[in-house]
Each structure stands twice: as structure tokens, then as C-alpha cells.
């Protein structure tokens, strides 16, 4: 009786994305969650008339915008300047990023300044998918002569995948979404959770039943085929086809003898992202000026995203900082380099100070294409019909929320396709390092 119906575990991103896309095929769809909201790490608090973020976020120009435009999303908000400030040795320098600021620069030499106009002109035309093999650090040390734009490739980078380790990060995908950072990123008024909340609607008007605390103990399967979803309130959910788009660890442990199938080399090649995040409301800003800044010689950056945004029901400046972590996390220290950007961007901020939000130890994704990385995860579990996965973690080259959209839409289209063992146009949007 249940052999079309799909269930989805986990309402993030992935989850309401592959709902969408499964009840739009037609298919009967039950989304379950686990905490009392939609959203997952997209959602938004709102503390003292201010919208805050799990640490800030740009939609760019990726797999997300488009799969949002294609479902007819408003997705209200603007795209800042990329006009930026670099901190390097302590202070703030304008840093070069088009022609004006490349010649007024104190932070390059001429040699510098011509070897990074070279590559601005030519940037928007690199093939990036022949450097998917090599790291980035094997890309920038190749490819980059001067060591104050190594230095500034590195930051660019860094921001623009939140991973503060060159070495494993494989630089194709990373190059990738750096152009699409220079085309312009999206601000969202209310935050992410006004994004989530459009997803919710339009998850409605497509029938899916969506149920919230409703956490998942067991994906179970029979035979090798899926049954059902097991809850913790002894609720079972029937189902043909079970999307789990739920992190790697969370995802092995909801199957039992998940040790003998593909999610076990999934999880154990999954390298989590993380960082930390404080955000500030500020009644005004003190350096009005400085309002988007990378940390060139430190794993920081910082963007006023009000600047582009409605953030604030009073008008405060929703300020939004990031370390990214290394090898080392420390809570203490990396609020205390926190808190010291923000003394160096805007000095007397804490006069200024309406509310704040520290997150030490958030994950940005679950999985990224990495030189350790073994296979591409999903669509299909094969060892399992009717088993699937999406999120963050299953990239197959996008990056962060592109990766939760392109997954989710690759999930439902290997369950249309029944089986899964079939390649389709979406898995072949990146190969494997
Ligand atoms: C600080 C920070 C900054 C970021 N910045 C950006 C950015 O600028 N641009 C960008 O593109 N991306 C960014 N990201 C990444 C982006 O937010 C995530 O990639 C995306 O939101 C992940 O969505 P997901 O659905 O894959 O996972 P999740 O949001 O983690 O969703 C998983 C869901 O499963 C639920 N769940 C777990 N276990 C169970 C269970 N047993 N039963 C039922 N439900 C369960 C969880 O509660 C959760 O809701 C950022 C992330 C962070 C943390």
C-alpha cells in the first residue's frame, strides 16, 4: 500500500528541497524532523528586534539560487559591494579587489599589483574542473608567484569555502565558487529563516505532510529492501522510497547493519567544516566605512550584512564574524580573536552593543571534496532499495547549501528512476578527486 509513498528524514535544506521535488513527481511524501522547527543550521532567532543567523550566510550564485528560482521563490533581500578591507599584521588596508583599489593598495608591490590584475582580468574564464585533482595549496603555490597574492588567494579562498586547511581542500570546486562569489552573493532580509519559511509553504501547497518533533531512531529494512522509518514514540512511517538527509554519523546510525554497506565508507571519509561565529546588533556602526573585512594573515572575516539586508525590525547593524577553525578550537580564545577584529574594524563597537549571539563550535558542513576523499556519496545507498541520501555532506563538487539542493534533487531523481543504479545528467556535475 506504502510501496510509492516517500518518507524524508530531516527538514534542513536537503530535506524540504528533496520533499519538494518528490511531491511535485507526484509521489505521496512525509518529511520528519526532529526538532520543534524547520530549517536545520538554516534557521534564524530573532533576539531584541534583530535577525540572527547561525553565523553568517550568502546565497551565491549556485545549484540553492537557482533550484529556489526555478521553485518560484522571492528570496527578498540584495547583494552587497565587494568592496573590502584586508587585516594583515594588525591593521586594515583597502584590499585590491577590482582596478581602483589594485592601484591604491599600500598591501602589493608593482610586480604584485600586475600579477594580480593579470588574474582578475582572466579569473572569470579559468576552467576550474582541471584543477579538481590537485589541493589548493598545490594550485597556489603552482600557480601564483607573488607571496602577498598567495597570501590574499588563500583568504579569498578560505571565505569562500570556510576551510582553513589548503592542503586537503581539493582546488577545483573551492575556484569554482570563488567566481561565483565576484559575480555578487545574496543578503536575505529576515535571514535564512524567511528562506526556510517559503520552503515551507511551497512544501505545503505540493501536499507534503510535514511533521515536527518527530525524531527517527531506525531506517528499517527487510531483505534488503526499505520498510520503514521508526520513531522515537514508537511511531512507524511505511514507506517505498526513505531519503535520509541527515548528517553521515546520524544517517549510519538510524541503519541497522549499516557496517555492511556504502555508508559506512561515507562517514568515515567525511571531514567536517567548522567554525566559530559571533554576531553583534550595533545600534550604528562606529567605522560606518568598514563594513566587510577578511583577515588576510588570520582565519577571520567579517561582514556588516545589513549592509544589504533588512536585519533589524529598529534598524540596528546585524555585524556577522567568523573564525574558521584549523586543527585547533578553543571557545575562550577564538571569541577573545573575535571580539579583537571587531576592536580593530570598529572601535568602541561594545558602546554600541544592543545584543550578541557566540556560536564556538558550529558545523558548517558535514563534508566537502577533499584529496582524502574517496568516492562521491549517494544518491542511492546501493546495498539497500528504496534507500537514498542528501545534504550538505553529499556533494558531488557543490559547496555548503548548493550541495543540499543538488543532492536532494539527485535523490528524488534516482527514486523516480527506481533502483538508484542509474547515472543521471546531476551526478555528472563533478568527478571525484
Ligand atoms: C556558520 C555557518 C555559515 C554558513 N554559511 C553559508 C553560506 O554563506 N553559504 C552557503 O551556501 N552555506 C552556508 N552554510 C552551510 C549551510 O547552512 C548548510 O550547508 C545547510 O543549511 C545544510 O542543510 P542540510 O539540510 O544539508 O543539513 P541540516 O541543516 O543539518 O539538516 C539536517 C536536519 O536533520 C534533522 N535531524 C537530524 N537527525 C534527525 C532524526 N533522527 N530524526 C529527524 N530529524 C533529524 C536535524 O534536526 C536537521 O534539521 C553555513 C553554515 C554554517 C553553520
Not at 289 to 306: A, C
Not at 381 to 399: K, N, R, S
Request: proline share 4%; net charge neutral; with cysteine.
Amino acid at each position: 500500500m506504502h510501496n510509492d509513498r516517500v518518507v524524508v528524514v530531516g527538514g534542513g535544506i536537503a530535506g524540504l528541497t528533496a520533499a519538494i521535488y518528490a511531491a511535485k513527481a507526484g509521489k505521496q511524501t512525509i518529511l520528519l524532523e526532529k526538532q520543534e522547527r524547520l530549517g536545520g543550521r538554516a534557521i534564524t532567532n530573532q533576539k531584541k528586534g534583530a535577525y540572527f543567523n547561525l553565523g553568517g550566510r550568502a546565497l551565491y550564485h549556485g545549484d540553492a539560487r537557482a533550484t529556489f528560482e526555478e521553485l518560484g521563490m522571492r528570496l527578498q533581500g540584495s547583494q552587497p559591494s565587494i568592496d573590502a578591507y584586508g587585516i594583515w599584521k594588525g591593521n586594515l588596508h583597502v584590499m585590491p579587489m577590482g582596478i581602483g583599489s589594485l592601484f591604491s593598495t599600500p598591501l602589493l608591490s608593482w610586480k604584485g599589483k600586475i600579477e594580480l590584475g593579470a588574474w582578475l582580468a582572466r579569473f572569470g574564464k579559468l576552467d576550474t574542473h582541471l584543477y579538481d585533482r590537485i589541493s589548493l595549496r598545490e594550485w597556489i603555490e603552482g600557480n601564483v608567484h607573488d607571496p602577498m597574492v598567495r597570501h590574499l588567494f588563500y583568504s579569498l579562498l578560505r571565505t569562500a569555502s570556510y576551510v582553513a586547511a589548503p592542503d586537503l581542500l581539493a582546488a577545483g570546486p573551492v575556484l569554482e565558487q570563488l567566481k561565483r562569489s565576484l559575480k555578487g552573493v545574496l543578503y536575505l532580509d529576515r535571514g535564512w529563516g524567511a528562506m526556510v519559511e517559503e520552503l515551507r509553504g511551497i512544501a505545503l501547497e505540493y501536499g507534503v505532510e510535514m511533521v515536527t518533533k518527530q525524531k527517527a531512531v531506525a531506517i528499517v529494512h527487510e531483505k534488503g529492501v526499505v520498510q520503514h522509518v521508526l520513531c522515537e514514540d514508537g511511531t512507524q512511517f511505511q514507506a517505498g522510497h526513505i531519503i535520509a538527509a541527515t548528517p553521515p554519523a546520524i544517517t549510519y546510525q538510524l541503519v541497522p547493519g549499516a557496517e555492511s554497506t556504502s555508508l559506512r565508507n561515507w562517514r568515515e571519509q567525511a571531514v567536517e567544516i567548522t567554525a566559530a561565529c559571533l554576531d553583534v546588533a550595533l545600534r550604528r556602526l562606529p567605522k560606518p566605512k568598514q563594513q566587510f573585512v577578511y583577515g588576510i594573515d588570520q582565519p577571520v572575516f567579517l561582514s556588516n550584512q545589513s549592509r544589504a539586508a533588512h536585519l533589524s525590525d529598529y534598524g540596528d547593524q546585524v555585524v556577522s564574524l567568523i573564525k574558521y577553525h584549523g586543527r585547533n578550537k578553543d571557545p575562550k580564545k577564538d571569541l577573545q580573536d573575535l571580539e579583537q577584529t571587531l576592536d580593530i574594524v570598529q572601535p568602541g563597537w561594545r558602546d554600541q552593543l544592543v545584543e550578541k549571539q557566540y556560536l564556538p563550535n558550529m558545523t558548517v558542513s558535514h563534508d566537502f571534496m577533499h584529496m582524502h576523499r574517496m568516492v562521491n556519496p549517494g544518491p542511492a545507498v546501493p546495498e539497500i532499495a528504496g534507500l537514498y541520501v542528501a545534504g550538505d555532506w553529499v556533494t558531488h563538487g557543490e559547496l555548503l547549501v548548493d550541495a543540499s539542493t543538488a543532492s536532494a534533487k539527485r535523490a528524488v531523481q534516482s527514486l523516480l528512476l527506481q533502483g538508484g543504479a542509474e547515472r543521471s545528467s546531476y551526478d555528472q556535475h563533478r568527478i571525484t578527486v
